[in-house]
């Protein structure tokens, strides 16, 4: 499937991995929808990448719904990319001190990583149904963002660990459901990528996470995590398969 000419919604579309992926597919020639939170960011890069902005909470139904509603509008919807999701606090299961992990704040990422990337996936997946297939018969494809906490998850990530586990679970049923309509599922676990999440750490401990990487031995780049979509867009045969993008590092518990 080439992107020219297509409609594409990107969640977490206002920064970050979303961002770099927004960029790359206006460049290519797609009508872009950026979906986020941040409506400041989010207008901001639509108007310089002469996309449409949506300002919506991925775990939210309706939201959703409005969001996946305003980028079909726009043209044949066949390319949606996840990348929406936080981090949350680091937190054992049981503190140092006896105080058992705090439900709310694992419920409240197992909501918005986990639940908002199936809600936004079961919505577009539902709008892309309705294209008439390519001649391959491919309607258009879903990529997902898990992580390779999903596999490595260290002390205090059991939270975000989970979600992303779930996301990399879901991978394969959602492929297999969505055959028959002839839509790709596919998810990327990236590894210890430079986001504005990790901008905020001195350039010392950002150093220090480089080199934990086996090769090359930096932080991955946005740009990187972009290319990535660009060719699981284009190459049809990917389908149902979680793509670690990590440099090879597999994360200490620690």
Not at 39 to 47: F, K
Not at 125 to 153: C, Q
């Amino acid at each position: 499937m080439t992107i020219s000419g297509t409609t594409a919604l990107v969640t977490g579309g206002a920064s970050g991995l979303g961002e770099a992926t927004a960029r790359m597919l206006a460049a290519r020639g797609a009508r872009v929808t950026i979906v986020d939170r941040d409506a400041e960011r989010g207008n901001a890069l639509a108007r310089e990448i002469q996309a449409q902005f949506v300002a919506a909470d991925v775990s939210d139904a309706e939201q959703g719904a409005a969001a996946v509603a305003q980028a079909a509008g726009a043209g044949t919807l066949r390319i949606a990319v996840n990348c929406a999701g936080i981090g949350g606090a680091v937190s054992r299961t049981v503190g140092r001190d006896g105080t058992p992990h705090d439900l709310e704040a694992f419920k409240r990422v197992i909501t918005v990583n986990l639940i908002g990337t199936f809600n936004m996936l079961r919505l577009a997946a539902a709008a892309i149904a309705k294209n008439p297939p390519l001649e391959s018969g491919e309607r258009g494809v879903i990529v997902n963002t898990a992580s390779i906490a999903a596999y490595d998850g260290q002390i205090g990530q059991i939270a975000y660990a989970s979600s992303k586990g779930g996301v990399v679970g879901m991978t394969l049923p959602a492929a297999r459901d969505l055959s028959s309509v002839g839509i790709r599922v596919v998810t990327i676990a990236p590894g210890i990528m430079d986001t504005p999440l990790l901008a905020k750490l001195p350039e010392a401990a950002r150093a220090s996470l480089g080199e934990s990487v086996v090769f090359p031995k930096r932080l991955g780049l946005p740009a990187e995590y972009a290319a990535l979509v660009e060719h699981i867009v284009s190459n049809g045969y990917l389908n149902g398969e979680v793509i670690r993008l990590d440099g090879s590092l597999r994360m200490s518990p620690k």
